[in-house]
């Protein structure tokens, strides 16, 4: 399976709602993972170091936020590297209030599994 077919099915678990397929199968145990951003700005952003960190992450994006539009523009393949074009809409639960945004996805996967991830 090419990188970008497996990214493809972790995007396609994490919409299911899938956390414990998501940590068995995709993650390492040791993944680094980045969002962008201030924590008191964004209680999403900021490294998140080891699987479970990684399932916290998206437990709490799905407690903050509903997803109303997630989707890739572009994959490009560099070795173990893969970097995805992608954009989202999403409405915020405390406010009601929406917002969407352009994002750069960044992964490293070794050993069919990703190592690092970064998102700008």
Known sequence: ???????????????????????????AENVDWLSVGTSPDNPLAGVKSGSQAVVA???????LVEVL?????????????????GFEKVRVKATGKHWETEW?????I???????????
């Open 1 to 27: 399976m090419s990188n970008t077919e497996f990214i493809k099915n972790m995007y396609a678990t994490i919409g299911q709602g899938d956390m414990i397929s998501l940590k068995k199968d995709f993650l």
């Open 57 to 63: 992450y998206f437990v709490l994006a799905e407690e």
């Open 69 to 85: 539009e997630f989707g890739q523009h572009e994959f490009v393949e560099m070795g173990n590297a893969l970097v995805v074009l």
């Open 104 to 108: 750069v996805h960044i992964y490293t």
């Open 110 to 120: 070794e050993n069919g599994k990703i190592i690092r991830q970064r998102e700008f």
